[in-house]
């Protein structure tokens, strides 16, 4: 079946500091990957996306590289900001029945 | 473009109540989805519409947990009666469907129901 793990919250960092969020999925065929952001008292938003092995998706500073051989898709940037504060969602795409499948998401504190 | 509407923001009821939920999607998305999102945990597919067909209830609680997409568009989500476990904000989201890779889902803001 498919499902998506990321690692536990929240994570603390100072601004300025490198950021590493791991995500790994398990899936049946060939899914597109994702990163959603969610702001207090809001809805998830993309962040960025990957579609096949070795893509990049990249956005706001935040990459993160589709990595068929250990089945991830960690999420980096190299410098937070206190405005990166926020939930982070990995989740994958079953692209044969267009359904999603979250992570339970990650939150990110950034100190100043 | 305009994105996911939904309405109302925050709904508070007492348990054993009735409430609904509204949303309008994307123009020209044919898939849409309602999820749970408890505090602290990440969404949970509710049902999945693809045009007014339902492609995916299986967790959804048909006890007292109903939904309707009139028309392939607006779609209503209802809870009658609640429960204290309801309490939860109640995503909808939308995207193109079909076999479009990549296809991602746009969100709304989503209702923060509270069951008293």
């Known amino acids: 079946g498919n499902s998506v793990t990321q690692m536990e919250g929240p994570v603390t960092l100072s601004e300025e500091a490198f950021l590493t969020i791991n995500c790994t999925y398990t899936?049946?065929?060939?899914?597109?990957l994702f990163w959603y952001v969610q702001y207090p008292g809001e809805g998830l938003q993309l962040l960025l996306k990957?579609?096949?092995?070795?893509d990049k998706g990249s956005n706001k500073g935040f990459e993160a590289t589709y990595r068929k051989e250990t089945t991830s898709f960690h999420l980096e940037k190299g410098s937070v900001q206190v405005s990166d504060s926020a939930v982070y969602f990995c989740?994958?795409?079953?692209?044969?029945?267009?359904?999603?499948?979250f992570g339970s998401g990650t939150k990110l504190n950034v100190k100043p | 473009e305009a994105g996911v509407a939904q309405s109302p923001r925050y709904k508070i009821i007492e348990k054993r109540q009735s409430v609904a939920f509204w949303c309008n999607p994307i123009?020209?998305?044919?898939?849409l989805y309602w999820y749970q999102q408890i505090l602290g945990q990440g969404p949970k597919l509710l049902i999945q519409?693809?045009?007014?067909?339902?492609?995916?209830d299986s967790q959804l609680p048909k006890d007292r947990f109903s939904a309707e997409r009139l028309k392939g568009v607006d779609s209503t989500l209802k809870i009658q009666p609640a429960k204290l476990e309801d309490s939860a904000v109640y995503l909808c989201?939308?995207?193109?469907?079909?076999?479009?890779?990549?296809?991602?889902?746009?969100f709304g803001q989503g209702t923060r129901l509270t069951v008293v």
């Open positions: 989201a939308s995207s193109l469907g079909g076999t479009v890779k990549g296809a991602e889902a746009f």
């Open positions: 899936a049946t065929g060939y899914p597109s």
């Open positions: 990957a579609t096949k092995a070795d």
């Open positions: 989740a994958l795409s079953d692209p044969r029945f267009n359904k999603f499948y």
């Open positions: 123009s020209g998305h044919a898939t």
């Open positions: 519409f693809q045009n007014n067909g339902v492609v995916d």
